[in-house]
């Protein structure tokens, strides 16, 4: 079995927003919500996504929100955990470019 694969990243989300397009980013409404994330089980492999605390990122008059979120990803191969993280981070994308 190999290691599992641990990425963490500071996401423009709240709780809400990030639960609200949880099931495209996982391409699956099968999944397990949890007090503090979700927990997703696709045949051999597991994904755990933690989220931190709401905070705020303000720049000037300008609010953003942020949190800190963990996902760690067992069972995945380098390239299932690469697709499955270009994916998530699409899903999410905010903006322009």
Do not use: W
Not at 24 to 50: H, M, Q, W, Y
Not at 80 to 94: C, V
């Amino acid at each position: 079995m190999t290691d599992p694969i641990v990425v963490t990243k500071e996401m423009a989300q709240t709780k809400q927003s990030f639960f609200r397009y949880i099931h495209r980013a996982l391409k699956s409404d099968d999944f397990e919500t949890v007090p503090d994330g979700v927990n997703f089980i696709d045949g051999n492999r597991c994904l755990e996504i933690r989220l931190g605390p709401e905070q705020v990122r303000q720049i000037a008059l300008m609010r953003i929100p942020k949190m800190q979120v963990t996902l760690t990803l067992t069972g995945y191969s380098g390239d299932e955990a690469t697709s499955f993280l270009k994916h998530f981070d699409q899903t999410y994308r905010r903006g322009g470019g």
